[in-house]
């Protein structure tokens, strides 16, 4: 799995509770100390990645993952140790993406009863798991990077400018599937770390303008869940891991939707027909109607078993399938 970004940025319901002795003043949040809170999450999202690499590890030095059967040749685990650390850390950006996108639904859109979390603990790890998320896109994408330059050590000043243009320019990859999973996956990264870090100068761009731009984060999981499945060694073929990522995206879409019915802004929800502007009542309406469209097609990939997985080599195939 290649740089697989996922959306990071909150959209506060409520401030933070206000420090002692500030009572009538509350705190603005700021990039230093979600920071700082964010340390705790931080240690859990480390401790998951090493869980993930030890188990793609074993998988690869058993060759039962499919990354034997796409990439023969790294079935040496040990020559391709960076490789499989930088999938561990896409994956876990990928669940760290996930997870920050749900709450941050949650914040926008109608919140279930009995949930254990106030308004604005909520908010806080909303922030605090998004600023993980760029940390865990960026050591994926580095350590990709990385693992191209440390083949090739005997040319290592030409090898460092061919890694980064792989890496990090669209285009630059141009060999295979990666022609179009490298751009998409290059895409939702730069658009995921500027609208993440948004939100923390959101009173210098009013928080109208924050907003709008805000509602591009959705945009950016679509790209990296898209890229994720393009390229993403473990899902390559058919199957129930592929299966499970699809699986993922059922509570996204309906939150998503249920989001869109029933905004936690009144501002946002739909008018009666007739009042108010017509073509923003037909722009909100058609937004609807596509999440509705999505959900049942995410159903129906998952119900039908086409989830766009290529067909599983026979046993005894030899070492000819490669990852182009």
Known sequence: MKPSPAPPAPEPAEPDAPAAGAVDRPVRPTLRSDLRASLPDGLVA??????????????IRAKTSSTVSVMPFMADAGGFWMYFLSQAFGWSALLWAWGTVVLGLLLSGPRPRGLPLSGPRLE????TTSL????????????????????????????????????????????GTGRIAMPVGQAALYLAIPLGLLFY??????????????????????????????????VWYDGWFRTSVWLLQIPIAALLLLRLLRPARRSERL???????????????????AVAVVVVAVLAVVLSGHDGGRTVPPADTSSTHNHD
């Not at 480390?46 to 998988?59: C, E, K, P, Q, S």
């Not at 990077?145 to 141009?174: K, M």
């Open 201 to 234: 100068v959101r009173h210098r761009i009013g928080p109208r303008t924050w907003r709008v731009l805000h509602r591009f984060v959705i945009v950016v999981y679509v790209l990296s869940v898209w890229h994720t499945l393009l390229y993403g060694t473990n």
């Open 124 to 127: 806080r790890l909303h922030r």
């Open 271 to 289: 008018p009666r027909p007739g009042t108010g502007s017509p073509a923003g009542w037909t722009l909100r309406l058609t937004g609807r109607l």
């Open 46 to 59: 480390l401790a998951v990645t090493g869980a993930v690499f030890a188990l793609l590890y074993v998988r």
């Open 132 to 175: 993980n998320t760029m940390a865990l896109i960026a050591a994926h994408a580095l350590l990709f990077a990385a693992e191209l330059v440390r083949h090739d050590t005997a040319r290592w000043h030409s090898a460092l400018a061919t890694a980064f243009v792989e890496a990090f320019v669209p285009g630059g990859y141009d060999s």
